[in-house]
C-alpha cells in the first residue's frame, strides 16, 4: 500500500497556498478552517489509509465552482481499509477532499481511489434488462379451463425439459376436481396459478353485465384463488374468450397487473397501462403442425419481444373433436424445441414476465459507493412488495481491472463474470427490488 508521507502546515502552505479570494474553504465540526486539498471529478468513494486519526473531509461543487455539498467524518481508530462514501448529486461536477489531523498535519489524499462521472474512468449507473438475466426474449406457457389431467401432462414435460407454465384456474372447476389435486402439482415448482374467473361463463361486453356480476367472476375469483392457495400470487388474469370491455378491464385492475386476450401475436417488451389488460397471445389449435409452434420461438427471438402461448387440453393423435385441443406428441415435440432455445430465451411463468416488467416499469437503479475492490447499488420500486418481490437483471459497469465479482444481498450470494463491451467492463447481476443494498467485490 501507498505510504501517506505526514507534511508540515508550513509546506503544505507553500504548495497550495495562497488561496485566491474566490476560492472556497470548508470548515470541520468545530468551525475551523482551512484549505481544500486534492480534487478529482465526479462521484467519489475515498479510501482512509493506515488509520489515521482525526477527519476525512469532502466537499462537492456545481460547475460554475460553487460549493453545493459538504460532509465529513470521524475517521479515528479505524482500520486501514476503512471506506467513506461521499453522497454525490447529479449537480456536482466536481469533488475536493483531504484528510485533517489538525492544523498540525494537512495529509494529502495519495491513497484515495477517485471514480469520476465525467471522464473515461466514469462508472455509469446500472441498467435493468428487459428480460431476466439479459435474455433477448421471453416466453409463457398458459393453459386454461383447469383441466387437470391436462395439467398433469404438462407438469411431466414441464420437468422434462427443465421449462414452466401457468395454469390459468377457473373457481368453479377447480372446485369440483379438488384444490388438493392442484395444489399437490403447484408444489412441484413448474406450474403456478393464474386467473380465468369464477364461472367461465359471464360475457364482458360493453355496458354488460353489472358491476356485481363482474365483481363475482374477476375479483371474488382473485379472492378464492388467493384463500384455497395462499402461496400463490395469480396476479394475472385471462379474459374468458379474450373478452374485454372498459368496465371489465377496469373491474381487472383492482386485484390483477395483466390480462392476456386470445390471439393477436407476441406481446410488447413494456406495454402501457392500456396494453397490459388487453395482451395478444398465440393459440394453439389442433390444425396447426409443430413447425407453426416453433415458428412463434423463432419469431419472438428476432423482435425481441413477450410471446405468451395459450393452450387447453390433450387430444388423442388423429382426434378433433375439440378445435383447440392438442395431441401429446404435438407438445412435447414443441416443448423440446422450446428446451433447444433456452440461450435466447427466459422461460417465465404468466405471473413471472408480468412481476419482472412491472418491476422493471417502476424500478430505479442507482451505485451507491464504489472502489477498486468492492461497490453497492441499490435497486428500489414504487409497487407491493409482497407480490413484487422478483429479481430483476441489471447490467452493472464495474471497474476496468475486474473480471468477476461476488454478489451478495441479504445473505445471498452469487459469483458472476465480467464481459467487456469496448472500453468498459460489466456484470449482470440478480437483484430483488427493495430488499437493501446489493454488494459486489471484485474476484481477486
Avoid at 393453459?143 to 387437470?148: A, K, M, P
Avoid at 397501462?273 to 409443430?290: G, M, Y
Amino acid at each position: 500500500m501507498k505510504r501517506v508521507v505526514v507534511v508540515s502546515l508550513v509546506l503544505l502552505l507553500s504548495i497550495f497556498l495562497p488561496v485566491s479570494a474566490g476560492e472556497l474553504v470548508v470548515r470541520d465540526g468545530q468551525g475551523r478552517t482551512y484549505p481544500v486539498l486534492g480534487e478529482a471529478d465526479g462521484q467519489v468513494v475515498l479510501r482512509n489509509v493506515e488509520g489515521k486519526t482525526g477527519r476525512i473531509v469532502f466537499a462537492g461543487y456545481d460547475r460554475a465552482g460553487k460549493m453545493i455539498g459538504f460532509d465529513h467524518m470521524d475517521v479515528s481508530g479505524t482500520e486501514d481499509e476503512f471506506i467513506c462514501p461521499f453522497p454525490v448529486t447529479d449537480e456536482m461536477a466536481s469533488v475536493k477532499a483531504f484528510v485533517w489531523e489538525g492544523l498540525g498535519a494537512m495529509i494529502p489524499l495519495s491513497g484515495a481511489t477517485v471514480i469520476g462521472r465525467d471522464t473515461e474512468t466514469s462508472l455509469f449507473d446500472p441498467t435493468i434488462c428487459n428480460f431476466l438475466n439479459n435474455k433477448p426474449a421471453a416466453v409463457s406457457f398458459t393453459f386454461d379451463d383447469s383441466i387437470y389431467d391436462a395439467a398433469v401432462f404438462y407438469n411431466e414435460m414441464f420437468k422434462k425439459y427443465g421449462l414452466c407454465g401457468t395454469s390459468m384456474g377457473v373457481v368453479n372447476n377447480i372446485k369440483n376436481s379438488a384444490p388438493a389435486k392442484w395444489q399437490a402439482i403447484f408444489d412441484e415448482g413448474y406450474i403456478d396459478l393464474g386467473d380465468h374467473s369464477t364461472t367461465h361463463a359471464v360475457r364482458y361486453q360493453e355496458g354488460n353485465p353489472d358491476a356485481q356480476t363482474l365483481k363475482m367472476d374477476i375479483t371474488d375469483a382473485y379472492d378464492t384463488l388467493c384463500e384455497w392457495f395462499p402461496n400463490q400470487k395469480p396476479i394475472a388474469f385471462a379474459s374468458p374468450w379474450g373478452q374485454y370491455s372498459t368496465a371489465a378491464a377496469a373491474e381487472m385492475a383492482k386485484r390483477h397487473y395483466a390480462n392476456r386476450g386470445t390471439g393477436g401475436g407476441n406481446a410488447p417488451v413494456s406495454p402501457t397501462d392500456e396494453q397490459w389488460f388487453r395482451l395478444p397471445s398465440e393459440v394453439a389449435k389442433n390444425d396447426l403442425p409443430t413447425e407453426t409452434l416453433n415458428k412463434w420461438i423463432d419469431t419472438v427471438i428476432k423482435d425481441e419481444k413477450w410471446l405468451i402461448e395459450l393452450w387447453h387440453g390433450i387430444e388423442p393423435e388423429g382426434n378433433t373433436v375439440f378445435t383447440y385441443n392438442m395431441t401429446e406428441k404435438t407438445y412435447d415435440e414443441h416443448l423440446a424445441y422450446a428446451a433447444s432455445k433456452k440461450e435466447q430465451v427466459w422461460y417465465g411463468t404468466f405471473n413471472e414476465v408480468t412481476q419482472y416488467i412491472r418491476e422493471r416499469q417502476n424500478a430505479t437503479a442507482k451505485i451507491l459507493w464504489a472502489n477498486p475492490s468492492n461497490m453497492a447499488v441499490t435497486l428500489t420500486d414504487t409497487l407491493d412488495d409482497d407480490l413484487f418481490d422478483f429479481p430483476l437483471t441489471l447490467k452493472v459497469n464495474v471497474p476496468l481491472q475486474w473480471h468477476g465479482a461476488v454478489v451478495t444481498q441479504n445473505g445471498k450470494s452469487e459469483r458472476v463474470t465480467a464481459t467487456l463491451e469496448g472500453s468498459r467492463r460489466y456484470v449482470f447481476v440478480n437483484v430483488v427490488p427493495d430488499r437493501g443494498a446489493a454488494v459486489l467485490t471484485k474476484i481477486k
